[in-house]
């Protein structure tokens, strides 16, 4: 059999026959499945009942705007080091080997298909939101697959971009003007419609309809290609679809069939991607320790005593990490979500939009905290302190960071809605006191299942778990919030929310109090 | 000072550490060798208190997961794992406020002094070079004086001058009365100073011993493949025994 198939088939035997041989994985697996049939007969069900859809432009620029974060991701990693859909593995046993690059080229191809497949997974859960706009699933299905394509396409032109640019800053240079020359007419456009003051949901929709738009490579195809396969119009699926199609084969043929091998392109992403694996498996503050940017230090020190050393050495880590202290990547990230969503929503929106939307991604970054980190190093272990002190002070600093973020996030998208201060402050504290309540779920996911579990599996039981446990307190606040009305409902529903993320956290926190007593230090999480 | 009884770890179905008994005194050398994957580094982890386990560890007259157990305990792991933000000198200040030691700012100076890291106090952890880091590591471990120090492959990574200067520290400590564990596979560089052996296979100690049980003229290298030696042993530790 051919070398390359084998070890496709191999890895698939062997992943289901892994799922089989732990049956916890399985059962994860088939609750998965379960939950995505669950949702999309609840879609169908709530399909039926909704008199009138939300427009679809909306729906059409929140996809563009995801595809072209992916896209700009990956083309940022075509300057520095390269992307790669190839394993430390591939290089040291297949580049060697007297099999054509060009065939491993399309097994890499296969790989980076699957990877795709993975990180697109979530969209199938959005069956539920996208019925808001008349998408039943066989559009989530559209989505899905789009991205899928799309994301390839981004991976090889990270790859080509490095191959082309790699040690030639002239090159580099061009190759960003010509990334730029592709996205200022967008801009210019999107500046013009601002400046005319046209309501925020007409610039929308006029944006995304727009030739300088659509024509964005791997993002505006994307978006097209999707829109169209899902409204009908197979001539614009046709050819929007086909560009994305026919550029990666052209990408491919270009990588492969360079003067040299491509396998010094892929070579640099590939160790990094594998130290980052291997740094993260002995200790998660991986990201940390592989960027080479240089840190000033200036003042030195930490405070504290006993377990609240570890509080004090998190902050000076803190300030040494971000240039503005506790406001990091992710804070101008919420606050540019929040921008925006305040900004589309300013006519008759509340800050409730932004804190929804900020809520969600804090469930993905809230395991940046070095609270969480922590618990992947051995110090904590040691320390001579009481388990649950240590707990405590080792995620005092994620809450303290919440608070700044949530003062600079919720207050200036306050101020673009007109949002009275009782509310900006009820947002505030919902959104802090949602951070103490992942961090306690986490604490007690870890405890319950001793952190012997994969992280992947462990994030979706943490991701289901929030949505759960959130459910006690968002239904009072939601009904609260229709029953009195204006800013007041809200302000009051705010509050019942709060009260129950207290509440929830506090419980969470004591049933995880002997975490670091009774549980394995993870090690290796990345299998 | 380090007491093991019937310790059991299972990861799922699979017996990494095999009910293990044993016991390190005050001023004790000991040494844990083994093949790979005899579950020396699971055995050191649970004594650690970073693993959860069947049995009983004592460190001192305390068991291991209370507070005063951790005072008098030292780890070195296996993977050095610095906080990559902070200084080593921070790294210092961390360890000693955290322990709540006093007047460790001569001990720390003179272990960063040892260790060649005294020029480097300013250096994030970030970074330290593999062997840096490992250094670091180790005056972590030594700055709260633990009176039981458990070391997992200490001399990995390190230069030839921080092996003699571990060797040597590990040397005092054991005059000064501490327990000292040492998982290792160079067995050439605990040869001079070790007191007993625990050589373990398959999650089991097969033999311990004490240096004085030794036959005339034999190694501790040759007792090591005499256990160990070739793959019938490996496969049958029990057999070889009998």
Redesign the interface.
Known sequence: MNSLLYIVTREMKNTLLELVR?PARLILVLLLVAFLVAMILVSMFTGSMMEEYADLFLLKGIFFAFLLLFTLIAVRSGFTAGNTFFGMEDVNLLFVSPVSAGKILVYGLARSMSRAFLMGFFILFQTNSLRLFGVGFGGVLIFFFVFMLSLVLSFLCSVAIYRRTNGSERRKVTAAAIIAAILVPAAVYAVLLLLRGDPPMQILARLVDAPSVRGIPVAGWGMEGAMALITGDWGTAVIFIGLIVFFIAVLAVFIANGRSEYYEDVLAATETAFERRRALE??V?AS???DGKK?R?AK????????S??F??HI???L??NRFGMFNRITVIYLLVAVAASFFTRENGSCVLPLQIIMWMQVIYIGQGHGVKELY???I??????PFRKLLWSNLETAVRSLVEGILVFGVAGAILRDPPLLIIGAVVTYVLFSLLLIAVNCLFLRWT?M?VNAGILFLLYYLAAIFIMLPGAIPAVIMGYTVAGDAGITLALGILSLWELIAALVCFALSRGIL?????PAGRLR | MINVQKLTKKYGKFTANDNISLHVGAGEFAVLLGPNGAGKSTLIKSICGLLRFQGSIRIGKHDSHTTEAKRILGYLPEMPAPYPMLTVSEHMEFIARAYRLTDWEQDAQRLLERFELADKQKKLGKELSKGMQQKISICCMALPKPQAAILDEPLVGLDPYAIRELKSMLLEWKQEGRAVLVSTHMIESVAENWDTVHIMMQGRVVRSCGRNALAEGESLEQLYFSITGGADAAEDPEARHE
């Not at chain 1, 030195?300 to 377990?307: D, E, M, Y």
């Not at chain 1, 272990?381 to 009481?386: G, N, S």
């Not at chain 1, 007593?517 to 230090?521: A, L, N």
């Open positions: 732990k002995r200790n503050n940390a320790a592989l840190v230090v030195t020190g930490v405070g504290g005593i006993g377990a050393a570890i004090y050495s000076r880590e803190s040494r990490e190093m051995h110090f272990y040691l320390i001579p302190e009481p001793g012997n007593h009774s549980c394995d230090m």
